[in-house]
């Protein structure tokens, strides 16, 4: 096997990043035949990424969620709903 194999790059800072790096599928446009390429993420910028959104106090909104997205989700109380994150609700009791 010594054809060329497209390499995915993290969405942020460019570097290349392994085929089983963190990555998400944003939102398409109303129309799109397609949902759009998955973003991948390096680990340096997962961690920046993570920070920025932990103060923000709620998660990045993606079609399909990479693992930081729904780790962080969770951290910050949220879980998933039809489109996006919904705060969970405290039940008492
Ligand atoms: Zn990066």
Request: with cysteine; aromatic share 18%.
């Amino acid at each position: 096997m010594s054809e060329y194999y497209w390499r995915p790059r993290c969405a942020i800072c460019g570097r290349f990043v392994s085929y089983d790096a963190d990555c998400r599928v944003m939102w398409g446009s109303y129309g799109d035949s397609e949902p759009p390429d998955p973003d991948y993420y390096c680990q340096k910028c997962v961690e920046s990424e993570k920070e920025y959104y932990r103060k923000q106090g709620r998660p990045p909104s993606s079609y399909i969620p990479s693992n930081w997205e729904v780790g962080l989700a969770h951290e910050l109380g949220y879980e998933r709903a039809q489109y996006g994150w919904k705060k969970k609700e405290e039940r008492e009791g």
